[in-house]
C-alpha cells in the first residue's frame, strides 16, 4: 500500500488493479479504442480539446499490467503538442539544486576555518571571529594588522608609535584569550583583587624595515619568567604574505598596587596563573648592556618643555600610555635627523609614571656619527630624558638612527653646524 501511494504521488496516471478491472468490466472488458471514450470539451483559450487515456490492462504470469497509452494535444489545425509531463520530467532542475548544495558546503567550510584551532587548556577564550589565535601548544598569540592610511607618517611607512600600539594591541589580547584577563586592563583575577596591575620598566625594540599602507602584519607575541618577581614579554613583527621579519621587541613587567602606586612583589595566587604560560626562551633580542646616561640641563643639546597630557593619552589605570612617551622623547630630536633618517632601534627605561596634571620637559643628545664604520655607515646615536619640571626622571632612552637614503649623509654635516 505504502508503495502504491509512493508511485501514485509521482506518476500523474495510475490506478489500482481492482479499480482498472471494475471499470473494464462495466465497459465490457477487454482493450477498449480511443474513439469509444470522450471527454468533455476543455473551456481554454486555445480551443483545445484532451482525450483522456485509456487503459488496458494485460495480465503477465497472474499480475495485472496496467499499459497507458500516450495521447498528445491537439489543436483545430490536428497539430501535436508535447505529451504531458511524467515522472522523469517532473524532475527538480538539477543544475539548481547542485547549486544550493554547493553554497552549503562553502558556508560550512569557511565556519570551519575560522574555528579550525582548539585551545588546549579548557580555560582558554575562543575567538570565533578571528582577531587572533592561540599557537604552539596554547604559549604563542597571533593576530593581524592591516596598516591603514591614517597609521602612516610622513616617509609613508607606518609610525613607530603605530608598532608600538600593535604590541601593546596583543599583549591585552593574549591575556584574553588565555582566560587570565580579570575586571582589570591586562590584570588576572588575582591580581583584580589584590588591586595589582601590571607596569612595564625596560622596552627593547629593533626595527628592520617599516611596513607601508596597505601591508599586513602579523604580530606573535609571548611571555617568560624575569626573575623572581618579574614577568618578560617578546614580540616578532612580520609580513604576513612573505614571513620577512620586520620588527623585534623584548619588554620587562613588574607588578605595581594601584592605590598606593608601589611595585610589589608577585602574590603566589597570581604566580599559579601565570606560571603555566611562561615559554622557557631567550630573549628574541639580547639585552642592551650599555648604560642609559641620565641627561641634564648641561649635557643635552635640544630642549623641549611644556609637555603635558591630554585627557585622550590616560589609560584605563589613570596614567599616561607608554606610547604616549615615545612620542615626547622624539619631540626634542633634531629635525634634520628626522628628515634624513628613520629609527631603528631603540631602549628605554621606564622610571615612573605620570598623571594628567604632569608638565614635562624632552631632552635629546646626539652623539658622533658612525661614518667611517662601514657596519653603521652613516647611522646616529641619541640619548634621550623625558622629566618633570621639577627634575624627577620619567624615562631614560637611546635611539639609533639609519639614513634614509645610505648613500648621501649630506644632513649629518647639517646636524654638526647646528650643534656648533
Known amino acids: ?29 477487454g482493450s477498449t ?19 483522456a487515456n485509456a487503459q488496458a490492462h494485460q495480465k503477465t504470469n497472474s499480475s495485472t499490467v496496467v499499459t497507458t497509452p500516450v495521447e498528445s494535444f491537439k489543436n483545430d489545425d490536428g497539430v501535436s503538442s508535447p505529451p504531458p509531463r511524467t515522472f522523469i520530467n517532473q524532475l527538480p532542475d538539477w543544475s539548481m539544486l547542485l547549486a544550493a548544495i554547493t553554497t552549503m558546503f562553502l558556508a560550512a567550510e569557511k565556519q570551519w576555518i575560522m ?28 593576530q593581524n594588522f592591516s596598516i591603514r ?50 607596569v612595564v620598566t625596560r622596552m627593547q625594540v629593533v626595527i628592520d624595515r617599516y611596513p607601508t599602507w596597505g601591508d599586513v602584519v602579523q604580530v606573535d607575541t609571548w611571555v617568560s619568567a624575569s626573575g623572581k618577581n618579574g614577568m618578560r614579554r617578546d614580540w616578532l613583527v612580520s609580513n604576513s604574505e612573505t614571513g620577512e621579519i620586520l620588527t623585534r621587541a623584548t619588554s620587562v613587567w613588574v607588578m605595581m598596587n594601584k592605590l598606593t602606586r608601589r611595585l610589589s612583589k608577585i602574590p603566589e595566587e597570581v604566580r599559579g ?30 630642549v623641549c618643555k611644556g609637555l603635558t597630557p591630554k585627557w585622550s593619552d590616560l589609560d584605563v589605570n589613570q596614567h599616561v600610555n607608554n606610547v604616549k612617551y615615545i612620542g615626547w622623547i622624539l619631540e626634542s630630536a633634531p629635525l634634520p635627523i628626522l628628515e634624513s633618517h628613520e629609527l631603528c632601534a631603540m631602549t628605554l627605561e621606564y622610571r615612573r609614571e ?42 631614560r632612552g637611546r635611539t639609533r638612527w639609519r639614513p634614509k637614503d645610505a648613500k648621501s649623509f649630506s644632513n649629518v654635516e647639517q646636524i654638526s653646524a647646528e650643534r656648533a
Not at 40 to 45: A, C, E, G, I, R
Request: hydrophobic share 35%; charged share 25%.
Open 1 to 29: 500500500m505504502v508503495a502504491t501511494a509512493a508511485t501514485s504521488a509521482f506518476f500523474p496516471v495510475t490506478s489500482s488493479p481492482d479499480s482498472s478491472e471494475s471499470k473494464n468490466k462495466k465497459l465490457g472488458g
Open 115 to 142: 574555528l579550525d584551532w582548539k585551545p588546549r587548556r579548557p580555560d582558554m577564550v575562543i575567538d570565533p571571529f578571528g582577531i587572533g589565535k592561540i599557537v604552539q601548544d596554547g604559549l604563542v598569540y597571533s
Open 354 to 395: 605620570c598623571g594628567r596634571d604632569s608638565v614635562l620637559q624632552s631632552l635629546t643628545a646626539v652623539s658622533d656619527s658612525n661614518v667611517d664604520n662601514t657596519e653603521n655607515s652613516g647611522e646616529i646615536n641619541c640619548q634621550h630624558l623625558l622629566r618633570l619640571e621639577d627634575g624627577a626622571e620619567i624615562v
Open 33 to 51: 479504442s480511443l474513439e469509444s471514450i470522450k471527454s468533455k470539451p476543455l473551456v481554454s483559450s486555445g480551443c483545445l480539446q484532451v482525450k
Open 149 to 198: 592610511s591614517y597609521e602612516i607618517g610622513a616617509d609613508r611607512t607606518a609610525s613607530i608609535e603605530t608598532l608600538m600600539n600593535h604590541l601593546q594591541e596583543t599583549a591585552i589580547n593574549h591575556c584574553r584569550s588565555a582566560g587570565l584577563l580579570g575586571e582589570g586592563f591586562g590584570a588576572t583575577p588575582e591580581m583584580c583583587k589584590k588591586n595589582l596591575i601590571w
Open 273 to 302: 596563573e601565570i606560571e603555566p604560560f611562561f615559554m622557557i626562551s631567550d630573549p628574541v633580542l639580547a639585552e642592551d648592556s650599555q648604560k642609559l646616561v641620565k641627561l641634564d640641563d648641561s649635557t643635552a643639546e635640544y
